[in-house]
């Protein structure tokens, strides 16, 4: 198509030369903004601590949280990495009334049960009376004692890997800590609000006897 009028062709060459700078212009501002955002780290998920709370009396509970000699607050969100568990310490204090020669602590996972049931990790101190061949040091924990628990690096290898049969931990951010059993040096028992005593015919396994502490000679 040939134009006579050579005003209107020079209006139209110029309104074509200003939508090009226009899309040019746009075309360059949705590269940066990619760049920008491919160039921006993504910010990584915050690590929490939880406890979970009991409504019958707690009498042994997990009274502070330590991690890299610096005290850490359940439910407050940290910045770490993805090893952020290991060498953290859990201090345990003991209101039973009771001493104490066995201890379990539980580390809970919730994030796992989107692929199954929720892993729990146990954590060992002293000996559990009636189990032969243990090869942990004795402990004796009197009334209001306070003992620390720590994952060294040989337990948080093994957390490690019983965590990874499931996922990744870099896929873990969450962690809840519960005081799973006691077991007392007259031979009774706490776990999660109930108390036990020694089944005669197996002391392997405990007996539930109720939620109130029982006499030492029941």
């Known amino acids: 198509m040939e134009f006579r009028d050579e005003p209107m062709k020079a209006y139209l060459i110029d309104r074509l030369q200003f939508l090009a700078v226009g899309v040019l212009a746009v075309l360059i501002g949705m590269v940066l903004a990619v760049t920008s955002f491919a160039s921006f780290p993504s910010q990584a998920p915050k690590k929490v601590f939880t406890k979970r709370e009991l409504k019958l009396p707690e009498i042994v509970q997990v009274i502070g949280i330590e991690r890299k000699n610096q005290k850490v607050a359940f439910g ?15 201090k345990i204090k003991n209101y039973s009334g009771r001493e104490i020669v066995h201890l379990e602590l539980h580390l809970n996972f919730p994030e796992t049960k989107a692929l199954g049931n929720e892993m729990s990790f146990p954590i060992y101190l002293g000996r559990r009376p009636g189990v032969e061949d243990q090869r942990a040091d004795p402990v004796a924990i009197a009334p209001d004692e306070e003992v620390s628990i720590t994952l060294d690096e040989n337990t948080y290898a093994q957390l490690k890997r019983f965590l990874e049969y499931r996922q990744p931990i870099s896929k873990i951010n969450q962690v809840t800590v519960l005081p799973y059993l006691v077991v007392f040096a007259d031979g009774i028992a706490w776990g999660q609000g109930e108390y036990y005593r020694s089944d005669p015919d197996s002391p392997k396994r405990f007996i539930p006897i109720g939620n109130k502490p029982p006499q030492n000679n029941q």
């Open 76 to 90: 407050a969100g940290i910045d770490a990495d993805d090893d952020w568990l290991n060498g953290t310490t859990f």
